[in-house]
Nanobody
Framework: QVQLVESGGGLVQAGGSLRLSCAASGSILSFNAMGWYRRAPGKQRELVATTAINGGSTNYADSVKGRFTISRDNAKNTVYLQMSSLKPEDTAVYYC?????????????WGQGTQVTVSS
């Protein structure tokens, strides 16, 4: 059973920074991709950033480009989301996601989420 555990959320003033961590219960090299999503109050969940485990390509939502950076530490089985120049509209529950593909099947895993609140 794959487990993803997020940490690092909290309350920060606009313009501040936070780093989220997502620790996987096993090797992240077993995944095809990992990423971060968020759900703001009253809104649907949206992609924030993803990274391919092989090759390391990254993808960001337009709203966070230039402010957020996704990275990983394979030895620690951890993916990070460095968030800078935070805005009140970044307030949301942030979820870690991992995807594994085997033959024709896709397996998707989610963490429990961590709250990020940005005050103006």
């Amino acid at each position: 059973q794959v487990q993803l555990v997020e940490s690092g959320g909290g309350l920060v003033q606009a313009g501040g920074s936070l780093r989220l961590s997502c620790a996987a219960s096993g090797s992240i090299l077993s995944f095809n991709a990992m990423g971060w999503y968020r759900r703001a109050p009253g809104k649907q969940r949206e992609l924030v950033a993803t990274t391919a485990i092989n090759g390391g390509s990254t993808n960001y939502a337009d709203s966070v480009k230039g402010r957020f950076t996704i990275s990983r530490d394979n030895a620690k089985n951890t993916v990070y989301l460095q968030m800078s120049s935070l805005k009140p509209e970044d307030t949301a529950v942030y979820y870690c996601n991992a995807v594994s593909k085997y033959l024709i099947r896709t397996y998707e895993y989610w963490g429990q989420g961590t709250q990020v609140t940005v005050s103006s």
